[in-house]
């Protein structure tokens, strides 16, 4: 399994992204889909999650704001995020949990948001 994590960038407070993570070696829809990040100095903190059966899940600190989402199609996992502010800035990290319990991480794809 690979993640392929694109999608960062720096962008002004109030703007928008959408982050994506491009799946090989497995089908996106069969897996838990899960979004963590980092910011500098601290430890990685997860954000959000989607189950196979299309439930999410937010952390508070991001609840309607960012949406995660995925394209069957495409075998990609996204994460659309609005409204940012400084302290969402970090690296981005993609995460699947196959049925039997392994988790892969995409490489991770940096977000700056400026004040």
């Known amino acids: 399994v690979q993640l392929q994590a694109s999608g960062g960038g720096l962008v002004q407070a109030g703007g928008s992204l959408r982050l994506s993570c491009a799946a090989s070696?497995?089908?996106?829809?069969?897996?838990?889909l899960a979004w963590y990040r980092q910011a500098p100095g601290n430890e990685r903190e997860w954000v959000a999650t989607?189950?196979?059966?299309?439930?999410?899940n937010y952390a508070d600190s991001v609840k309607g704001r960012f949406t995660i989402s995925r394209d069957g199609a495409k075998n990609t996992l996204y994460l659309q995020v609005n409204l940012l502010k400084p302290e969402d800035t970090g690296v981005y990290y993609c995460?699947?949990?196959?049925?039997?319990?392994?988790?892969?991480w995409g490489h991770g794809t940096l977000v700056t948001v400026s004040s």
């Open positions: 995460k699947l949990i196959k049925p039997t319990g392994n988790a892969y």
């Open positions: 989607m189950t196979t059966s299309g439930t999410t």
């Open positions: 070696g497995t089908i996106v829809s069969n897996n838990i």
